[in-house]
Structures are given as C-alpha cells and as structure tokens.
C-alpha cells in the first residue's frame, strides 16, 4: 500500500500551489485594477483643469493628461495602453451639449469635459484572458481662460 502512494503528496501539492498561484496572482491584480481606475480618474482631472485655461484642443491637454514624458510619443508612463487617443475633451454649452467647432462658437463655451474613451484593462492572471472596457470618468470644470488672458494674446500651454 505505501508504494502505492509514492509520489501523491507531489500531485497535491501541485494541485494545491497552482490553485494558491492563481489566487495570489488575482489578489495582486485586483490591486493593480484600483490603481489604474485611480490613475485615469486623476487623468481626467489633470486634462480638465488644463483644457480651461489652455487654448482650444491644445495638443497639450491630452498629454499632459495621461502623465506623458516629453517626447513619449503620446503613450503614458504610468499606465500601459493609455495614449493620447483615449483622451476626449469636449467643449460644453449653457445646456451641456457638446459644442461641434468649438473655435467657432467661442462665446458659447460655458465648460469643458474630459473623460477617457475605449481604454481596455487586461488582467495578468495565469490561465485567464480577462479584459474590460474601463468607463469614461468624465470631469467637467466651467471655463477660464482658454488660452486667451485678459490682454488678449494667445498663449501656448
């Protein structure tokens, strides 16, 4: 009987650790979830607050807007697959809708919204393939300046 069971507590064991793996993995990936979800909230709310006193669609908002380095290319250094591209910012009037040509309809502009669109979070969890479309968490912030300060030349940001 005892040569029988050479070699079970080996199989348990392996059954057992992949199992503590995988939920250890899961644990830190949770974590990882959280601060990414905080990072894009804090995203949003560093583009809002630069897109009201920037000028109009500076290309600057949205990178600031996702922690780009200087000459990153668009792509954030804190989160992996956030670019330029998920960052939206829209220009809003006294009713809230979105202003279509925003340099036109200059005086309309009552507030500004930033959100991130279409951004995907993939867990790292062995064998499993899970991903989520991330919502948008959207920040509004009534206008500023937009670029223009009171002696009237546009500046940069």
């Known amino acids: 009987m005892r040569n029988r069971q050479k070699g079970m ?28 979800m905080n990072s894009l909230g804090e995203a949003t709310r560093r583009g809002v ?5 920037c000028p109009i669609n500076d ?14 290319g668009g792509n954030s250094s804190l989160i992996t ?10 220009y809003l009037n006294t009713a809230g809708g979105v202003i279509g040509t925003p340099t036109a309809s200059f ?4 507030s500004v919204r930033v959100r991130i669109a ?9 064998f499993f393939d899970i991903s989520f479309v991330t919502p948008g968490f959207p920040a509004t912030l009534p206008r500023e300046s937009l670029g223009i ?5 546009i500046v940069s940001c």
């Open 9 to 36: 507590y080996l199989v348990e064991f392996a059954l057992v650790g992949a199992v503590f793996v995988v939920i250890l993995f899961a644990l830190l990936e949770f974590g990882r979830a959280l601060y990414v």
């Open 118 to 126: 279409n951004f995907t979070h993939t867990f790292l969890i062995p």
């Open 81 to 90: 697959g956030l670019t330029t591209a998920n960052v939206v910012v829209e």
């Open 107 to 110: 005086v309309q502009i009552r």
């Open 49 to 53: 607050r630069l897109a009201v006193v």
């Open 149 to 153: 300060p009171r002696q009237g030349e």
């Open 59 to 72: 290309p600057a908002i949205r990178e600031v807007a996702i922690f780009s380095p200087s000459g990153g």
